[in-house]
């Protein structure tokens, strides 16, 4: 199966994240105030858009969000591809910090990609994360 990265718009991210993130909230509730200032990037199975992430430069360090994966194609290694693909596009930026918001459900799949969890921890709409951070 022939798979695709490249650039988004951040409208076309919307769906994914809603759907997989927060169904159950109102369309608006997923998207960011600084959505037009990310960079938002998605993975293509064929010619359907399968798996985004954002991704938000600041200086020398960048913070991904929104990482989503529609439900049937999850554990398929999709996510793992576009993830390994934005952290690659952050050291083209020259970013020496990349840090996320990571759900406590999925602490290990970061940990393989190098991130490791920070004392920082929070609960959101009843979800507990632990900010995850690798320098690159």
């Not at 049937?72 to 996510?79: A, C, P, V």
Request: with cysteine; charged share 30%.
């Amino acid at each position: 199966m022939e798979t695709t990265i490249r650039k988004v718009d951040q409208e076309q991210v919307w769906k994914i994240r809603h759907e997989v993130m927060w169904s159950e909230k109102p369309f608006d509730y997923i998207k960011l105030e600084d959505d037009d200032l990310g960079i938002h990037f998605g993975l293509f199975k064929e010619n359907t858009l399968i798996s985004v992430i954002s991704l938000f430069i600041d200086n020398e360090e960048a913070q991904f969000r929104k990482f989503a994966t529609i439900q049937h194609e999850q554990g398929k290694g999709y996510g793992s591809i576009l993830l390994e693909s934005v952290l690659k596009e952050a050291k083209i930026h020259g970013v020496n910090r990349i840090w996320c918001n990571a759900r406590q459900n999925k602490v290990d799949f970061y940990k393989r990609f190098g991130l490791r969890e920070t004392n920082s921890s929070f609960i959101k709409e009843g979800k507990s994360y632990v900010i995850m951070e690798k320098n690159l």
